[in-house]
């Protein structure tokens, strides 16, 4: 036992941190059975081809049907290739694969937490503010490596930072462990290069501008060396091109990037849809936010607290750089995710005094324990009834939750600094009681999705999409393609034209159909390969086909 601390101060944090890991667990392993949708598909597909040939490509449709899949570097790629042959192919195998990243990196978040210490609640509070966000519990069931693969190495490298400082471990050492861990980023996704100005401003902070320009300098020469090299050898062995994953980040960042320069289009994509259900990030960013000014306000004087403070900055990055490579933030957890673990960590040092004052609180404190489950419940049957019609839009008495948080968190800690016992404890219960709502609300969302059959961790567009696939599979063949977009050709397992046919090519779009062979065409109402986005197409279609069947968020032609 460490001196001065009775068992009770470190047992109960610890059993709030199992107890979060245990929710987390009962909510996301009943989702890994969910079928494989839109994009969803193609990690798996090219996993199954490496577990299977050792070669990552697979049949991507008529036009490519042996067509290499290594768009991004290899490492998700290929270690989700090993754990396929090692469990066999399932979704269930793929999604569990994301989960028990999702708990790595909990872990290196606590470690992180720990090794800044000296605090009881801010690592078990991390994994509290972590895990039960509906953000990770649904990022974690997609097979993709912003959610899961990209996201522990980042967290990884976090960890290797403030190890390094906290420890004041040797230049070399230093290196070897930030480059090692950067390695590990660039191997998951090339983007990740922000992880770079990461490394510099954290060190910065932490051993002045010497050190940080050395370790940082000699850390990206090692993990680009290390990088390419190993990349070489598996393109060798395997067989991949080994330019593509460059040549794909280089040409989708020119397609991409090319149309978000203007200011307009930047403050429309930071702004929140509607309040957006999945940004719950909102409130967690709020906390963060007042982490940020408690760390550097009470801790600036420690080298290791400095880098916590680049945590900030890092998930800031994250947000903005998101915001403009993939459209609305507030409709991409997939990408966003990538923020949370810097955001939880920042605000469990915001909640932490609170937590470690509850005693003290006395009633105010069972009260807003005591009132968790029925909150849980009723929020729950606020989302199963349809009170808020779109799942997506946030309830709009939720909109004052941020401020709320803010409130109690500020009259908390100007309570502490002014001796006012009533500010101080009063707060806390505002603060207390905000937090508990937070969590409350939450665990609504993540119940509510758990119970799903097809989960919404893109966008909503995908209901009837099983019922789509199992249609496909009754009316087409093996033999006689379809023309559809990948995620339902690639579901069926059958010949298909893919979706560049379908959306991008007009003139090729009207030779493909133009084949009698070719009976049916599949559409989406909405979203992505949808006639809203692609208005051209509907004539061409409507020419050569007919509507059969609605089904869902699907429309099914047929040639008559």
């Known amino acids: 036992m460490i001196a001065g601390k009775p068992a009770t ?12 890991v245990a929710v987390y667990l009962a909510l996301a392993l009943p989702q890994t059975g969910q079928s494989l949708i839109i994009d969803e598909v193609e990690f798996p597909r090219l996993a199954e081809a490496i577990a299977d040939t050792g070669h990552p490509a697979f049949y991507r449709g008529e036009e490519s ?34 989960v028990l990243l999702m708990l790595a990196t909990a872990w290196f978040g606590y470690r992180t937490l720990h090794e ?11 994994v509290v503010f972590f895990l039960l966000h509906p953000f990770v519990v649904q990022s974690a069931l997609l097979p993709d490596i912003d959610g899961t693969a990209l996201l522990f190495a980042n967290t990884l490298l976090g960890w290797a930072l403030v190890r390094s400082v906290a420890r004041q471990t040797s230049l070399r050492r230093m290196i070897l462990a930030v480059g090692g861990c950067l390695t590990l980023v660039l191997a998951c996704k090339l983007t990740a290069v922000y992880a770079i100005p990461f490394i510099f401003g954290a060190l910065l902070l932490a ?13 990206t020469v090692l993990a680009s060396a290390t990088f390419l090299v190993v990349w070489r050898l ?43 259900i999945f940004w719950l990030g909102m409130p967690l960013l709020v906390m963060a936010a007042a982490g940020t000014v408690i760390v550097a306000s009470r801790w600036k004087s420690e080298p290791q607290r400095r880098v916590l403070l680049a945590f900030s900055a890092w998930a800031v990055g994250v947000l903005a750089l998101y915001s403009l490579i993939t459209g609305p933030p507030y409709g991409f957890p997939k990408y966003l995710v990538g923020a949370m673990p810097a955001l939880a960590m920042l605000a469990a ?30 929020l729950y049957r606020q989302f199963a009834d349809g009170l808020p019609t779109d799942l997506y ?72 999409f099983d019922d789509m696939v199992a249609r496909m599979k009754e009316l087409v063949g093996p033999d006689e393609p379809f023309l559809a977009p990948k ?40 979203w992505d390969y949808s006639f809203a986005v692609f208005p051209e197409v509907q004539p061409i279609i409507e020419r050569h086909m007919v509507l059969k069947e609605t089904i869902g968020d699907f429309l099914l032609y047929a040639r008559p």
């Open 349 to 378: 040092v915001a909640a932490a005094p609170v937590a470690a004052g509850l005693r003290k609180l006395g009633p105010w404190a069972w009260a807003g324990l005591l009132a968790v489950p029925p909150s849980v419940y009723f």
């Open 487 to 526: 995620d339902v050709g690639s579901a069926t397992y059958n010949r298909f034209h893919q979706q560049e046919i379908l959306f991008l090519l007009p003139d090729d779009l009207e030779r493909v159909l133009s084949d009698p062979a070719v009976r049916y065409t599949v559409v989406r109402k909405g």
């Open 116 to 126: 800044i210490g000296p605090g009881d609640w801010e690592p078990p509070l991390f």
């Open 393 to 464: 839009y946030l309830h709009p008495g939720f909109r004052f939750l941020p401020a709320g948080l803010a409130l109690g968190l500020v009259l908390y800690f100007a309570g502490r600094k002014f001796g006012s016992p009533a500010l101080k404890y009063g707060a806390g219960a505002v603060g207390l009681a905000g937090a508990l709502l937070l969590f409350a609300h939450s665990a609504s969302v993540d119940l509510y999705q758990a119970q799903q059959t097809s989960s919404i961790r893109y966008h909503p567009s995908e209901v009837g």
């Open 65 to 98: 049907p042996a067509q290499t899949g290594v768009f991004h570097p290899p490492l998700y790629a290929f270690v989700l290739g090993l754990w396929v042959k090692i469990l066999g192919f399932s979704t269930v195998a793929v999604r569990l694969f994301g």
């Open 234 to 276: 598996v393109s060798w062995l395997s067989g991949a091109p080994f330019s593509y994953p460059f040549e794909f980040t280089v040409s989708s960042g020119l397609k991409n990037g090319a149309a978000d320069l203007g200011a307009a289009e930047i403050l429309r994509r930071l702004v929140p849809q509607d309040w957006a």
């Open 207 to 219: 051993k002045g501008p010497w050190v940080a320009a050395k370790v940082t300098a000699a850390a």
């Open 9 to 20: 101060r470190r047992v109960l944090p610890a059993a709030v941190a199992l107890l979060a």
